[in-house]
């Protein structure tokens, strides 16, 4: 930890060191900029960090974000990061169980695979062939958009310019998706294993009038311009490492264990009350960045909150032994769980747990995904583990809204535990108990996070990974230049919340910076970056 001097005006004080607090720091300190970043817990990084959860194990798990797609390899470059993600080369295996046997649809390792494998579940090459046509669509509007992230925003009208295919457009901006996947797919399947990208975090029907669940699938087909989500080397935490160092090496102080309390601003300089464990201080600022949820940023202003936001999500962290079998023995589990493992998935598997839990029960076959860290990077486990085989597992299940575990939150999070990995045993040869490893203590490597446990340990309020629904990427009524101001001048918020806010991609800490940039004082003022 380092203090804030006690006198001292900065040119910017960040609320919050998560990653995009930290690109903000660096984008800022690199332009010459004094930065001050302000961080609640005792370590930088929020929800985006590599722990060892399990005692006395050498694991090093991305404990709440786990895979990276949008950050943009500007970021990386501009800021000089050693931070290295690897392409998954298998996209997704779906296991189901068809005419009596089990089977499933596995994507990637090469076109012609992926084309067999369509033909083997449905009989035909048409569901592939409508894949192809689908997705060389996302890929058009993920070139198009992407590039803008970093940008001022765009108007409707100039994005929709920018993208150039009305068909698309209407698919993804103005149509629930249910429409293009239920016109474009024919086997349930497929169409589950489609719609899955609308719902990450994301509680809502394929057809919702709102249009949120078109909002989630299109941040999560548009990163890199490309869709792919990637494998972050070392750990999610080994980007928020390296955005620290980059922000430390070009001057800014980064005081842990400080919980800023409140902001106080006349509309031209701010001041940042914030506590420790040794009473409180005031740190004077030009620009207030707020690296926290729109709920948090109004607590601090004493402005109105907006609507309560709500999480809908479990994550759940393990580590095995091995790799279970599964009952599918046409598909080797190293390629299985390489990709996203989709459990429960279908189409009308998903519909039918969104309507359970509208209904506030818990789904009856909990829709969820896998993914194993460990076979694309295998650095997160000590070399003992690595040796013998251990493997890191990480799920994370759909449609379980925090309204859910509010009568018991560790009676629900148990139980819904429970019938989450019955859902998967179903498709494995040996239960999957039978493969985990245990820690010093002898208990099980696992545990599990509910929406409330990640509001109480991370601040996420209601538990919602994006701090509140996702918003489009162009400029709305209120948004300003670059989707990260306030009303108040000079408090700029720079978290998920922000316009194309949401996942790991730094892109609001960036426009955030770029907003100080542009307004003009102190520091190098032509907003250079400074080696």
């Known amino acids: 930890m380092t203090a804030p001097e006690a006198t001292r005006t900065y040119d910017a004080v960040i609320v919050g060191g998560g990653h995009n607090g930290l690109v903000a720091a660096a984008y800022l300190a690199r332009a010459g900029r004094s930065v001050l970043v302000l961080e609640r ?3 930088t990084g929020g929800a985006a960090v590599s722990t060892r959860p399990f005692t006395g194990v050498d694991a090093r798990l991305s404990r709440y974000s786990y895979l990276v797609s949008l950050l943009p390899r500007k970021i990386v470059r501009d800021l000089g990061l050693d931070f290295r993600p690897i392409t ?7 296991p189901v169980e068809r005419d009596g046997r089990p089977t499933g649809l596995l994507v990637g390792g090469g076109e ?3 084309r067999e494998a369509f033909a083997r579940l449905t009989g035909s090459e048409s569901e592939y062939r409508a894949w192809r046509r689908f997705y060389d669509m996302t890929g058009r509007v993920a070139r198009a958009v992407f590039p803008t992230l970093t940008e001022p925003l765009p108007t409707r009208d100039e994005l929709r310019r920018a993208v150039d295919d009305e068909e698309a457009w209407r698919t993804l901006f103005e149509e629930p998706l249910g429409v293009a996947v239920e016109e474009c797919f024919a086997d349930d399947l497929v169409r589950g294993v489609v ?4 719902l990450i975090g994301t509680f809502a029907d394929a057809h919702d009038p709102s249009l949120k669940q078109n909002r989630c699938f299109l941040y999560h087909v548009i990163g890199g311009g490309t869709g792919a989500w990637d494998v972050p080397v070392g750990g999610m935490g080994a980007l928020t490492d390296a955005l620290a160092d980059a922000a430390r090496a070009a001057g800014a102080v980064i005081a842990t264990g ?11 300089t701010a001041e940042v009350t914030h506590r420790t ?3 409180e201080g005031v740190a004077a600022a030009r620009h207030v960045l707020v690296n926290a949820s729109p709920q948090e940023l109004a607590r601090l202003t004493g402005d109105t909150p907006p609507p309560r936001a709500e999480g809908a999500q479990l994550k759940v962290n393990m580590l095995l032994e091995r790799l279970p079998r599964l009952r599918d023995t046409s598909v080797d589990p190293r390629e299985a769980f390489a990709g996203t493992f989709h459990i429960a998935e279908g189409y009308g598997q998903l519909a039918a747990a969104h309507a359970q839990a509208t209904a506030g029960e818990l789904p009856a076959a909990p829709p969820s995904e896998i993914y194993c860290h460990s076979l ?5 486990l000590g070399p003992d583990l690595a040796t013998r085989g251990y493997q890191t597992l990480t799920l994370f299940g759909l449609h379980t809204p925090a309204r859910l575990f509010e009568r018991d939150n560790d009676a629900v999070r148990e139980e819904l535990l429970k019938s989450t990995l019955a859902q998967l045993d179903a498709h494995l040869a040996e239960p999957l ?7 010093a203590d002898g208990r099980p490597c696992l545990e599990a996070r509910s929406p409330l446990d990640l509001e109480r340990d991370l601040g996420l309020p209601g538990g919602n990974i994006f701090h509140r629904d996702l918003s489009w990427p162009h400029a709305q009524e209120g948004t300003g230049r670059w989707g990260v101001e306030t009303r108040h001048a000079g408090v700029l918020l720079c978290g998920a919340g922000a316009v194309r806010g949401g996942g790991v991609s730094g892109v609001p800490g960036h426009n955030a910076a770029m907003a100080v940039l542009e307004a003009g004082e102190g520091g190098c003022a032509d907003g250079r970056l400074r080696a």
């Open 376 to 380: 694309t990077d295998p650095t997160i």
């Open 277 to 279: 464990a040794d009473g």
């Open 258 to 268: 400080h919980e800023a309390v409140r902001v106080d601003t006349d509309g031209r």
């Open 112 to 114: 012609q695979r992926t």
């Open 88 to 94: 998954r080369t298998i996209s997704s295996y779906t």
């Open 41 to 43: 817990l005792d370590h």
């Open 195 to 198: 719609l899955t990208d609308a």
């Open 433 to 439: 108990v039978d493969c985990l490893a245990t820690d």
